[in-house]
């Protein structure tokens, strides 16, 4: 069984940043497994906002998160971040972490909610305008 714990959520004001991490433990979870964040909101599908494929080879971002979010992972620690910065309101949602432990590709992009296995609780984001 692989657990994932988010953290770093809150209310913060347009403009401000934040720093998601989600801790992954489990011992038939692989580190190198592809990893993401999604996020939703009441009444919308969850929708994908970034995603680090299988041993960091890809890197997605969705187009509202470019140049303003940036995942990573610390693969010592086992840790997924999502660092996210200039927030906008339209940013507020539940902000979860997934990981995929199904046979991957360095190269796939893994972007759909189906592609992942596990998922954490989730931590809500607000952002204030």
């Known amino acids: 069984q692989v657990q994932l714990v988010e953290s770093g959520g809150g209310l913060v004001q347009a403009g401000g940043s934040l720093r998601l991490s989600c801790a992954a433990s489990?011992?038939?979870?692989?580190?190198?497994?592809?990893m993401g964040w999604f996020r939703q909101t009441p009444g919308k599908e969850r929708e994908f906002v970034a995603i680090?494929?299988?041993?960091?080879?890809?890197?997605l971002y969705t187009d509202s998160a470019k140049g303003r979010f940036t995942i990573s992972k610390d693969v010592a620690k086992n840790t997924l971040y999502l660092q996210m910065n200039s927030l906008k309101p339209e940013d507020t949602a539940i902000y979860y972490c997934?990981?995929?432990?199904?046979?991957?590709?360095?190269?796939?992009?893994?972007?759909?909610?189906?592609?992942?296995?596990?998922w954490g609780q989730g931590t809500q984001v607000t952002v204030s305008s």
């Open positions: 680090m494929g299988r041993n960091g080879g890809t890197t």
């Open positions: 489990g011992r038939t979870f692989s580190r190198n497994s592809p």
């Open positions: 997934a990981a995929r432990s199904r046979a991957s590709y360095d190269t796939g992009r893994y972007y759909r909610v189906s592609d992942y296995d596990y």
